[in-house]
């Protein structure tokens, strides 16, 4: 996002954020209601902040055990090099795999750090054996998720003033 775009948003359009964010599924009437305006002006503020990118995207919030994915773990890579191309590589090779959830380059400890979903442990142990045997992967380190206390999309929408 822009800087001007961050300037551009008022304590209205954090109202709108903050609703969208929580339920990203009810109406423009519904919304509009909630932030005191009327629909018209509700959605054209809704689209300027889509066409800003502040808004990126709408989604659902699927629970991975009802489907089947058991594991979710996280996994430190590191590389042989951080020559560009070789970090684009890896970004586009692991980008590729549905598994693979996050995708972040790091600072500290690896130069990538990985969440994946596994359907049972010989699935983890499977993903796992295709990150150690990619290219140019240097070390893997694997972290399982025993529980998970707090997850939350999004960011936090101060109202009053600045984000966060």
Known sequence: MPDS???DIDQVDRH???ELQGDGRMTNVE??????????????RVRRLEEQGVIRGYHADLDPHVLGWEITF????GLETQKQ????AFEAMVCEWPEVRECHMI????????????????????????????PNVLRVQ?????HTAKDVT???????????
């Open 107 to 134: 600072r500290g400890g690896g130069d990538f750090m990985l969440r994946l979903v596994a359907r049972d442990t010989a699935h983890e142990n499977q993903l796992t054996s295709r990150l150690t045997g990619a």
């Open 5 to 7: 775009a961050a300037q």
């Open 31 to 44: 919304l509009a209601r909630r932030v005191g305006l009327s629909a018209p002006p509700c959605l054209r």
């Open 16 to 18: 709108i954020l903050a």
């Open 74 to 77: 996280f996994a430190l890579v």
């Open 154 to 164: 999004g960011v936090p929408i101060d109202r009053e003033g600045a984000a966060g």
């Open 142 to 146: 694997t972290l399982q998720t025993i």
């Open 85 to 88: 191309a070789v970090l684009q």
